[in-house]
């Protein structure tokens, strides 16, 4: 399977947040996208927006550092947040029923390295990093994402 990848600059949160936005449109039952990126990259700033974009702009979204996973009911599919970082090992992925998420919610997976070979092979990858004037993202994908992608421009 062809994996792309495409960069985009984010100069201020609001670009990170749109992409967050322009993510939310896309994403449907099954898709995980994971967030990679060292503390401070905007990984749970992007989740955020997209959780608001679908659940509406006044939604709480905490961070699940401590608590591992946040679900939202988004209307008839479930979104997962979740932030690995304090992952003990990936079988603690399955207790906490992450593994079935990927197939039946939308997952948002912030520190994804977590999982190691639990992680699933179709999902759309994001590394953020902080650059000296900007923030950037790299995406690398598979052909549906690319599609989806390009049905709104993104990185045209
Ligand atoms: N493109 C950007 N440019 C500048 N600051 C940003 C950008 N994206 C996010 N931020 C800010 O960086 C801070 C840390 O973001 P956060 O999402 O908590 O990081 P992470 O979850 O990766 O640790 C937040 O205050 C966020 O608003
Ligand atoms: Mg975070």
Redesign the pocket.
Known sequence: MTRRTLKLD????E??AQLGRTLARLAIKGDVILLR?Q???????LARAFIRARLGAEVEVPSPTFTLVQTYDAGPVEIWHADLYRLGDPQEAVELGLLDAFETAICLV?WPDLLADLIPQDALDIR?EVARDS?VATLTFNDTWHEKLDTLHVGA
């Open positions: 984010l100069p201020s949160e670009e990170t990126g503390i401070g990259a905007g990984k749970s700033a912030e953020l923030h």
